[in-house]
């Protein structure tokens, strides 16, 4: 009010409606006019007087009279509802508080039982790479003993080699299958490390929930004692009008601090609800990643399974290498034993071939028998009849079985020879040499490349072969067609 005074007039409150006169009895409560003042007894204003004017027309009125108590009871059944919806309101944050101290219990006792598995997951984990590493050490060694083997095998025989290449290729895939196992291992300790830092913020994320909590506990202590306070206010208002007034103001205070309390217990309800929501979801995503630990320590256990296997078999291969490593030896021995005894029969047959006896002496050439000298080789040109003639390979074994080969021309001196040795006679079309087509280029059969290209016209195409005939160019044409061939050994130094 601008001046701050207050004003009541003479209220009359009956329990029956009809007019009767002013007999103060027990149904009846009469009040008197009470004016309080904070400042000194002034003049009347203007305002005052119709104030008064006012009483007196309330006096006056039995209708209004009523009316006011009508209004005073309607007073009377909202502060009534207003406590009644105060106790709800308590026992409504009471029982969310329980329910939450409930479910944190729990929550907490479920986080310390994943800690403790995830403890021992790691402990577990801890041992396998531990095991891993000896594992290692022993398949290193192994490997170190098969490359030792596999190199004294090399030098012995060239079917030892392929195998020992196949060993090579397998002890690649173990290393392979090591280093994954090694990155593996590294994602899980990175896993485990964020595991640990999850539970970190767990523990923290626990710690703000019991303080909120414990707020929770304040306020609510702050309400009873607000609703206590507002009890006795009530108390005090149906036992003397003018403390009302005094009370009625602290009411409106207490009122809006408890509206300021429920909203700020309604803020923190809202943040331990989004915390918890927070608290669910690292918990889902610890779960996750729990998940993915466990299947990533399944996969390393198929992996050493595997490479167990793997090192089984090296080793039963190992064994093997080894029996054929002592066949083989025997076998060497024994071709060393028949390839001195060739080499005396060769001995003997070379003298018999490039020297015959003639006249009780030996006469010693250059060539055998049937074999034409020139320019250091000797070379000897089969013109077999039709039936008879070969394809280029065929060619090449026949020439293989006389410890020669197909003729490799170096010059045009030597093409030139080459020619006088392929006569046009009966049905013979050309004579095989030992030049062919590979990957689109014109190679001999000592590895090396034709380097004059004007030999021969055709294009390189795989599957040709080159023959040879007098009078006409080097020709090209398939592999598979048969002709007669020309072999081209060295000759013999005498």
Same mark, same amino acid.
């Given at each position: 009010?601008?001046?701050?005074e207050?004003?009541? +007039? ?18 009846? %409560?009469?009040?008197?006019? @009470? ?26 009125t039995p ?13 009377q ?20 508080w ?12 479920q986080?310390?039982?994943s ?30 003993n098969?490359?030792? +083997? ?13 195998e020992?290449?196949?060993? %090579? @290729? ?8 090591i ?12 896993a ?8 970190t913020t ?5 710690? !703000?929930l019991? @303080?909120a ?8 202590t702050?309400?009873?004692a607000?609703?206590? !306070? ?37 803020v ?27 299947v990533?320590t399944?996969?390393?256990k198929?992996?050493?399974?595997t490479?167990?296997?793997e ?7 190992n064994?093997?290498l ?13 071709m ?17 071939v ?10 010693c050439?250059?060539c055998?028998?049937g074999?034409?000298y ?14 008879n ?5 065929g ?22 020879? @080459? ?19 590979v990957?689109?280029?014109?190679k001999?059969?000592?590895g090396s490349?034709?380097t ?5 016209q055709?294009? +390189? %195409? ?17 592999c598979t ?5 020309i ?8």
């Amino acid at each position: 009010m601008a001046e701050q005074e207050l004003y009541y +007039a003479t209220v009359a409150i009956k329990s029956k409606i009809e007019l009767q006169p002013r007999v103060t009895n027990e149904n009846e %409560t009469e009040y008197d006019e @009470v004016k309080v003042n904070k400042e000194p007894p002034q003049a009347k204003t203007v305002k005052e007087a119709e104030v008064e004017k006012q009483n007196e027309s309330v006096q006056q009125t039995p209708d209004q009279t009523v009316k006011e108590a009508e209004r005073f009871c309607r007073y009377q059944q909202l502060c009534c509802c207003f406590g009644t919806l105060c106790v709800i309101l308590v026992l409504t944050i009471i029982g969310v508080w329980v329910y939450f101290r409930v479910s944190t219990a729990s929550e907490l006792n479920q986080l310390k039982s994943s800690q403790k598995v995830l403890l021992e997951e790691n402990q577990n984990l801890t041992n396998l790479n531990n095991k891993l590493s000896s594992d290692y050490k022993n398949l290193t060694i192994q490997f170190d003993n098969l490359t030792t +083997a596999s190199i004294t095998l090399k030098n012995n025989i060239t079917t030892l080699i392929v195998e020992n290449y196949n060993l %090579t @290729v397998a002890t690649t895939m173990l290393k392979n299958n090591i280093t994954t196992l090694t990155v593996e291992n590294y994602n899980l300790t990175v896993a485990t490390t964020m595991l640990k830092n999850n539970i970190t913020t767990l523990t923290v994320e626990n710690y !703000n929930l019991t @303080v909120a909590t414990t707020m929770l506990k304040n306020n609510i202590t702050t309400l009873t004692a607000e609703n206590y !306070n507002l009890t006795v206010a009530t108390t005090m208002l149906k036992n003397n009008i003018t403390t009302l007034t005094v009370e009625n103001y602290n009411l409106t205070v207490a009122t809006t601090m408890l509206k300021n309390n429920i909203t700020t217990l309604t803020v923190e309800n809202y943040n331990l609800t989004v915390a918890t929501t927070m608290l669910k979801n690292n918990i889902t995503t610890l779960t996750v990643e729990n998940y993915n630990l466990t299947v990533a320590t399944t996969m390393l256990k198929n992996n050493i399974t595997t490479l167990t296997t793997e090192n089984r078999n090296l080793t039963t291969i190992n064994e093997e290498l080894r029996k054929d490593k002592k066949n083989l030896t025997e076998l060497i021995k024994n071709m060393e034993e028949t390839w001195n005894e060739l080499n005396v029969s060769r001995a003997q047959w070379s003298i018999d071939v490039y020297c015959p006896k003639k006249n009780g002496g030996r006469n010693c050439t250059s060539c055998q028998n049937g074999w034409n000298y020139n320019l250091s080789s000797c070379y000897a040109y089969n013109d077999a009849v039709p039936s008879n003639q070969r394809n280029w390979e065929g060619a090449r074994e026949d020439c293989r079985s006389k410890i020669s080969d197909l003729t490799v021309v170096s010059n045009n001196a030597e093409k030139d020879y @080459v020619k006088t040795q392929s006569p046009a006679t009966g049905s013979i079309t050309g004579f095989w040499i030992g030049l062919r087509a590979v990957e689109g280029k014109w190679k001999w059969l000592d590895g090396s490349d034709l380097t004059n290209q004007t030999w021969i016209q055709q294009p +390189a %195409t795989d599957g040709k072969c080159v023959t040879s005939l007098q009078n006409r160019e080097w020709t090209s044409v398939n592999c598979t067609e048969r002709n007669a061939w020309i072999c081209e050994k060295k000759a013999l130094s005498v």
